[in-house]
């Protein structure tokens, strides 16, 4: 059966998105202004070209950033309990800094750190 505490909750999350739903409607103001149609309804008139190109070499290195970012937090939290893992957890943390490794070097090869470098072909 249900409990009464689920349901209690489930009535109060329908009442918090039915407010919330309520008050930005009233809220909202009614008027369409033509400065509502840029973006972010900012009302500052777009300048310029917006298909700005940006390099693909920019994003793999923020994705190698946080991937590598995120293996430092992992290796910290594991180096608390270094003492209770013993040898599985040495194991483990051992395979985990190899796949990081054959990633890092598979990036490398890839070109994904070679800014700058042009390849053959490329004007």
Do not use: C
């Not at 008139?45 to 070499?57: A, K, L, Q």
């Not at 293996?71 to 483990?92: K, R």
């Amino acid at each position: 059966m249900v409990s009464a505490s689920f349901i209690f909750y489930v009535l109060a999350i329908i009442t918090v998105t039915m407010t919330m739903i309520i008050v930005s409607h009233a809220l909202n103001p009614r008027g369409h202004k033509r400065t509502n149609a840029y973006p972010y309804e900012s009302g500052i008139v777009p300048v310029g070209d917006t298909n700005i190109r940006w390099n693909v070499n920019y994003f793999l290195i923020a994705i190698s950033f946080v991937i590598f970012d995120i293996e430092a937090v992992f290796l910290y939290l594991w180096s608390l309990v270094v003492v209770e893992t013993s040898w599985p957890g040495l194991f483990t943390a051992s395979l985990f800094i190899l796949a990081l490794l054959i990633a890092l070097i598979y990036e490398i090869k890839q070109g994904a750190f070679d800014w700058g470098i042009s390849k053959e072909g490329d004007s």
